[in-house]
């Protein structure tokens, strides 16, 4: 009885009951059937003679209860008892009927709802080991509805534990290990102690880390469940799964050989543990023998060909296939796994691929199916040299593209898409290097084309998605209640984050973490509702597509010239597009490259007083790899450069050409964040200083008095001495003020101090002045800014340090504070890429504004502020690029126009001009008339 003890409690009534007198013969045969059938239930060690007894008794009694009274509850029970005890023994189909009969027998006797939990619960779980995602959602989403309004039901944990399960069957390991902790919670809450659940659920906690690459987290949990002595075996093949996704064969096999009953453990998923160590030892023969042991033992107990588990199977002798050079084979094997994968896709032909998802279940591993097939496709085009198999390989990788962009988007946070981008990068770096390959070879443009096409798309995407999904949730028809209750929660969040970085002491900050988890958890269900809304789930997964001729268009008109960077392992891929021309650079990604780039990055970030800037050489050699070849060819000297990788951390501008110039003396640079952010709708700039707000919280050194962590930065006034509109200084800078002052500002100046946090990108913040409370009171978050509306500002100045540095993430960039403004909506800002020299900064943003009055767009005028700067000889201690450099702008502005233009004030200063030349005339006749 341990296992149905622990996995299904036993029926709790939700409301007493009283025995009737019982005085037909019907009734009193049905209650000694149940009698029976309850002692069997109850047994501390139930064999499969007792569970089969159990259940006929319980069925004969069903069927001799009325549909009235208390029998009815009778009744209801008999069915969902008879259901569990099938369950146990893993016949779902049976207990699947059973359960319907209990939610039947509920609804014909007019039963309270609140008795379809357990029924409804159960059932999504047996689809669920059926790998019926679809009806497992819709019975799991109906259990969750009866919770919504009966809080206090038993099993709720194991709801939310069944849920974790869907969202780590779609990938989504980081909302999975969200609800594991929220049914873990409510189980300690029950002072349950140490039962099968607890370690089910810690368990599973585990396995997410596991997947989330966080391998020492997961290590130390399994660890401190051996010695409970609940599913010792389950455990060994867990840590075996860390092993193999280390690459560290012999380490598995050692605990696989612990494993006395692969029955435990699901047989399958042993085969294919072993095998899996084996093929890394390159025994391929041996493996091979035991994934055929899987399919086999499959078959015999009828386990279907939609399951995910054989799907790896299948995917594991693609794999060795491939190694023995039988690509045919392999590609077999691989489209029979991406049938067990995906529910709706039964087309067994090597050259099909899915192109439409409709759900996320199983996506992740469908995902790693369709990358492995396009790679086998590419293997065999490159040893055959045929077009067939590049065909094929250029329509596998397009649709393993469109899929990472629908698991992406299907995820609902950040954390997530992040984790998934790396392994879509990946992806991206093979089939563009597959296509450029081709187009050196026969020339044929539309590869270049595609090439471009795709390494735009494989940018900055998890921002593009958080974005694209701020927009459309104002007019995709979901309540404000539901709008206001996400608000309200990611406050919440954004305030519990805040109160863990002060946080010292383990117990609390195990304390505050839980609430954290509580907190995502109610987002991950409101996420959850808001989905429901078909509006919002179209306009969601609509795919956004580069209109290539718009964009030669746009940057024809706006004679422009587009610098696209892409990195592979081996190579460096410069894409050049302008008006009329789409160019290819290429140069090797070799330590030479690394040196001179990560050279240049140190003289950048490194001034040392006494010692002369030493970054030409590397600059001079950067030049001519990443730019000269594709600026020789076109006559444009305003640019866009779209950077990957570690480019994000340079500013092109003080690149230097042979002669030594800086490319900002010949050149107008602006950054975006991929190709698509490029948007004719938004290259309209609105510049009103009177409409500007300014925070310079440390000017002078009132501070001092609750604060000396922070150094004082006189010179931050004088940024602000050309910018009108509101000017928060010194203790008027308080983050209060701040807050209550955005509302009505088109120009956001920040000149103050900001702190990069490399491990935790959330917890980076901006100071303001510190008002003598909690530290926390007087830093803005990024996790903060996130929910900020930026959406109707024109320009964001962040020239406190380190603004646009931060964690690089694969494939998105850098997560710095500038990227939490960009997700906030703001489309254009001047940010700062290491820490700031006051003096210079101050100079830099003077004649920055003053330019922007004269009616130059942000690009042109910061870079007219900077040559300015290298033509005063007054500042010539601060001609050299790591005082000037760091300052760069991000965004679409093209067009500008002066505020003056569209005022009362234009028309005043039309009338006097009007007024000086009639009076200059007038004076001029009257002095002609007066020299006669």
């Known amino acids: 009885m341990c296992f149905r003890a622990t996995l299904f409690l036993t029926l709790l009534f939700q409301f007493a009951w009283v025995a009737p007198a019982i005085d037909s013969l019907p009734e009193q045969k049905a209650l000694r059937f149940f009698k029976q059938a309850e002692a069997l239930y109850n047994l501390e060690e139930p064999t499969p003679y007792s569970d089969s007894l159990a259940i006929n008794n319980y069925l004969s009694a069903a069927q001799l209860f009325p549909d009235t009274g208390i029998f009815s509850v009778k009744k209801f029970g008999c069915y969902l008892n008879a259901g569990i005890i099938e369950q146990s023994n893993l016949k779902q189909a049976a207990a699947l009927a059973n359960y319907n009969q209990s939610c039947n027998t509920v609804k014909r006797a007019g039963l309270p709802d609140s008795l379809l939990f357990k029924p409804y619960l159960f059932s999504g779980n047996a689809h669920y080991f059926l790998n019926h995602f679809d009806s497992a959602i819709h019975y799991f989403e109906q259990a969750e509805s009866i919770l919504d309004r009966y809080h206090e039901l038993e099993d709720a944990e194991r709801l939310y534990n069944s849920l974790g399960a869907i969202y780590f069957q779609s990938g989504n390991f980081t909302q999975s290990a969200n609800y594991f902790e929220r049914a873990l919670q409510i189980l300690t809450e029950k002072g349950s102690g140490v039962t099968f659940g607890y370690y089910s659920f810690q368990s599973n906690i585990a396995s997410a880390l596991r997947r989330l690459e966080y391998y020492d987290s997961a290590a130390a949990i399994y660890r401190e469940l051996l010695p409970l002595g609940i599913q010792t075996e389950e455990i060994s093949i867990n840590i075996a799964s860390i092993f193999l996704e280390q690459h560290q064969p012999d380490s598995a096999i050692y605990f696989l050989q612990r494993i006395s009953n692969p029955e435990a453990v699901n047989p399958v998923i042993y085969y294919n543990h072993f095998a899996y160590a084996w093929s890394l030892k390159n025994e391929l023969q041996r493996a091979k023998e035991l994934l055929l ?102 329509n596998c990788y397009q649709s393993t593209y469109l899929l990472g962009d629908f698991i992406r988007t299907s995820f609902d946070n950040e954390e997530a898409r992040l984790f998934l981008g790396k392994k879509v990068m990946k992806a991206y770096q093979q089939g563009i290097a597959l296509v450029l390959d081709d187009y050196k070879a026969t020339k044929n443009e539309s590869h270049l084309k595609t090439a471009f096409f795709w390494a735009s798309k494989s940018k900055a995407r998890a921002l593009s998605i958080l974005m694209h999904e701020n927009e459309i949730k104002l007019f995709a028809g979901i309540p404000d209640t539901l709008l206001h209750n996400e608000r309200d929660l990611k406050l919440q969040l954004s305030k519990l984050l805040q109160e863990k970085k002060s946080i010292t002491d383990p117990k609390n900050l195990a304390g505050i973490q839980e609430e954290i988890s509580k907190c995502q958890f109610e987002l991950s269900r409101l996420y959850d509702q808001l989905n429901e809304f078909p509006a919002y789930y179209k306009l969601k997964h609509e795919m956004d597509t580069l209109d290539f001729a718009g964009l030669q268009s746009l940057l024809k008109n706006q004679g422009k010239l587009l610098l696209s960077y892409f990195h592979t392992p081996d190579d460096v891929y410069v894409f050049g597009i302008s008006g009329n021309q789409l160019l290819l650079h290429q140069f090797p990604n070799d330590s030479i490259y690394q040196h001179h780039l990560q050279s240049l990055i140190n003289a950048l970030n490194q001034v040392t007083p006494g010692i002369s800037y030493q970054g030409s050489k590397h600059s001079s050699w950067l030049f001519n790899n990443l730019m000269e070849p594709l600026l020789s060819q076109s006559s444009n000297h305003s640019l866009i450069i779209i950077p990957q990788e570690s480019l994000n951390s340079i500013p092109f501008e003080v690149l230097e050409n042979r002669d030594h110039h800086y490319l900002t003396e010949a050149y107008q640079v602006a950054y975006q964040y991929s190709s698509i952010y490029i948007n004719a709708d938004k290259t309209s700039f609105h510049f009103n200083p009177e409409k500007s707000l300014a925070v310079a919280p440390f000017v002078d050194a009132s501070y001092l008095s609750v604060s000396n962590q922070y150094l004082q930065l006189p010179a931050s006034g004088e940024e602000l001495q050309n910018l009108g509109g509101t000017q928060l200084l010194n203790k008027a800078a308080t983050k209060q003020n701040f807050l209550g002052n955005l509302d009505g500002a088109g120009t956001v100046h920040l000149a103050t101090h900001s702190k990069v946090d490399y491990i935790d990108p959330l917890q980076s913040y901006i100071a303001f002045y510190p008002t003598g409370q909690e530290h926390i009171d007087h830093r803005l978050f990024a996790h903060e800014i996130y929910n900020l509306n930026f959406q109707n500002k024109e320009l964001v ?93 991000t965004g679409n502005s093209t067009q500008t126009d002066v505020w003056w233009k569209n005022s009362f004030a234009f028309l005043f200063i039309i009338s006097a001009a009007v007024m000086a030349v009639i009076a200059f005339r007038f004076y001029g006749k009257t002095a002609k008339k007066w020299s006669v």
């Open 293 to 394: 042991m899987a399919l086999t033992y499959s078959k015999s107990h009828d386990a279907g060909f939609k399951n995910p588990e054989i799907g790896k199977t299948f995917r594991l002798l693609g794999r060795i296939e491939q190694k023995n050079g039988n690509y045919l084979e392999a590609l077999k094997y691989y489209q029979q796994s991406m049938v067990a994968f995906e529910y709706e896709f039964n087309d067994t032909s090597i050259l099909s691929n899915p192109v439409r998802f409709e759900q996320g279940f199983t996506s992740f591993e469908l995902f790693e199916s369709l990358y492995l097939k396009a790679g086998c496709w590419e293997e065999l085009y490159r040893i055959s040299g045929d077009s067939t198999p590049f065909a094929n390989a250029i």
């Open 797 to 889: 100045v962040l020239s406190s340090c380190e603004t646009g540095s931060g964690k690089s993430a694969k494939g998105e960039g850098i997560l710095s504070l500038s990227r939490a403004f960009a997700a906030a909506g703001c489309d254009n800002q001047v940010i700062s890429l290491w820490k700031a020299e006051d003096i210079p900064t101050a100079y830099i943003s003077r004649q920055f504004y003053s330019h922007l009055e004269k009616g130059n767009d942000p690009a042109a005028a910061l870079r007219f502020a900077k040559l300015d700067l290298l033509k005063d000889p007054s500042m010539a201690q601060f001609h050299t690029p790591p005082y000037w450099g760091n300052l760069i702008f």
